[in-house]
């Protein structure tokens, strides 16, 4: 049976994987492997991000342990399409940023016989699924939910706690700004912040 991150075989057909969880859980870090793998299995790749993605680096997808991938900003998923033509395999990192036409582009992409793999944070900084992320984790043949650490208790960390002011949904940033942590501390911590900010 198939299994992802193994070698592609155009005779399949095309699929969609998702790679999801909070901040800081590897999501980039097995976008890149699964990229890496398919390169060596001999097969074009294209890894697409947006082009606001500029943390590390203005065009190469970076994880956070700094391992990376050269990969191709765009401002919009449409321009996917025209970029992936020739390809077998697509990736694109932080899926959650893209429009909603993502899931109609990706779909086109797996409908043409290519494998799509997708890297995303499934809930944003409130606990709400992010953006397109719904959608494409419903679309897709497989999907792969990672966990960080939640260092207040040494278990899995589902939830991505913002540790600075700020209310809006689109914000890039790293351990300064962004903490991944259990279901129970996120609780605690905003419950924490809302009677600080009513006092």
Not at 29 to 53: N, T, Y
Not at 62 to 82: A, R, T, W
Not at 138 to 153: F, N, P
Request: hydrophobic share 35%; charged share 25%.
């Amino acid at each position: 049976m198939f299994q992802p991150g193994v070698e592609f075989n155009q005779q399949l057909g095309g699929w969609i994987e998702v790679v999801c969880g909070p901040m800081f859980s590897g999501k980039t870090e097995e976008l890149i492997r699964r990229m890496r793998r398919a390169q060596i299995a001999g097969q074009k790749v294209e890894i697409f991000k947006p082009v606001s993605d500029v943390r590390y680096d203005d065009e190469e997808v970076v994880s956070h342990d700094k391992n990376s991938i050269p990969s191709m900003p765009v401002e919009s998923s449409s321009n996917m399409l025209l970029l992936a033509d020739d390809v077998q395999v697509v990736g694109i990192d932080e899926a959650q940023f893209f429009d909603d036409g993502i899931v109609e582009v990706v779909n086109t992409l797996a409908n043409q016989g290519k494998r799509v793999v997708i890297a995303g944070l499934d809930k944003d900084f409130k606990g709400r699924p992010f953006g397109p992320m719904p959608q494409l984790l419903a679309t897709a043949e497989y999907v792969t939910k990672l966990h960080a650490i939640c260092r207040r208790t040494g278990g899995p960390a589902h939830f991505s706690y913002r540790k600075v002011a700020g209310d809006q949904t689109f914000m890039l940033g790293e351990t300064g700004e962004y903490e991944p942590v259990s279901r129970t501390i996120y609780n605690q911590l905003n419950n924490a912040r809302g009677a600080s900010e009513s006092d």
